[in-house]
């Protein structure tokens, strides 16, 4: 098997495989799997940790290669030393890479075999984070993940989803099938791609808001949510560290992004203040401006000729977010207006108290909510630019520039 044209890129590499001692290592076994199938030369090494979770054997199995799982193993070292291995490979995952192994790559230890082979390769290297989401969350291993990602370490996960533990939240080993789209995509990274985002957290959140009026029935909007994952896809390219707050959409998770999933305005309120704080907040979300006083419990009958709801204000997440005594660098919002964009844009930018905002022309033929292509203008207090039309994914990278030069200013 040759794998499909997603995975075209890892055909004929030659990728070691570091595993960490964590309960996901069992999922790096259908890595191995999966990467094989693309065609890619797999080698594997261990930590101590990681053999007692999986076996060596099942690598080895997998892999075609014996399994590295010491420095001291004489006759592994004869036959390839690790000086050696490390060279031989072209591209470095950690998966898992557990807050411990993290902080030990961070702080550039040699004290096992897996330390050393990530010290001594010059091959680029990218982790899959899996951990208790404490773990994930503590300050000190933020503070390594900032370090690494410094250094042009690619990050993969971690996802949010239930835990081991019985727990819930970010921390979960990202897919075997994202790791492999991760690796396919940077194949033939132009290394030139800036990490001038590196060491900065951006929040981002993304897609419509459902309100539900009823057990079947919701107040919902058009938004995709393709702009905003663009931009969360973009700021993880530029080596931020990048929260996604998105609302009910189908679109996949991008490389590099801890994604938060809700559906109501409410749930986006909370996601989006637990992932603070933060360096950078860009509300892209469409979030619904009111929202039933009480949704009913029992499906709403038509008993009458006319219903009227009975809505409130939502909080504007947005709003709250800028006026943080605990400042951030930057707060960027979206407006999408069908007319008199650029007063509506700028009263915005001033109610709300915002550094940025991005407005686009809806209820246009090219462009707009579900489209692949937008136009559109941003403004901050002493400026404007235009961003003519372009595919969503372009316009992200164009509006990262000039947030990266906002932040710079
Ligand atoms: N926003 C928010 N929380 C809300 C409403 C909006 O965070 N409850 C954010 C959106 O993510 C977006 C911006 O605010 O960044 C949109 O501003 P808003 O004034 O809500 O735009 P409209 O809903 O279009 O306002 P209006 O209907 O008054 O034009």
Known sequence: MTGSDKTQGLAGRRLLLCVGGGIAAYKA?????????????????????????VTPLSFQALSGHPTRTSLWDSAAEQAMGHIELAR?????????????????LAHGLADDLVTTLCLATTAPVMIAPAMNHRMWEHPATQGNLATLRGRGVRVVGPNDGPLAEGESGPGRLAEPGEIVAALANHADDAPSVPQDLAGLKVVVSAGPTYEDL??????GNRSSGKMGFAVAASAAKRG???????????????????????????QMHQAVFAALPADVYIGAAAVADYTPRVPAADKIKK????????????PDILAEVAAQTQALKLVVGFAAETN????????????????MIVANRVGIADGGFESDRNAM??????????F??????????????????????
């Open 214 to 219: 009823d057990p079947v029935r919701y107040l």
């Open 88 to 104: 031989w490979a072209d591209q470095v995952i950690v998966a898992p890479a557990t807050a411990d192994l993290m902080a030990r």
């Open 29 to 53: 076994l259908e890595l191995v799997r999966r990467l094989r199938d693309a065609g890619a030369q797999v080698q594997v090494a261990m930590t101590a940790g990681a053999q007692q979770f």
């Open 340 to 355: 008199n964009v650029a007063e509506y844009a700028r009263k915005k930018l001033e109610a709300k108290r915002l550094d």
């Open 240 to 266: 931020a560290a990048v929260t996604l707050v998105a609302g009910p959409v189908h679109l996949p998770t991008p490389a590099g992004v801890t994604r938060v999933d809700v559906r109501s305005a409410a």
């Open 388 to 409: 003519a039309s372009a595919p969503k994914t372009q316009l992200a990278d164009e509006l990262i520039d000039l947030i990266v030069e906002r932040l710079n200013a």
């Open 377 to 386: 203008t941003a403004y901050w207090k002493e400026g404007e630019r235009s």
């Open 303 to 314: 008993s009458s000729e006319s219903l009227a709801l009975d809505l409130v204000r939502t």
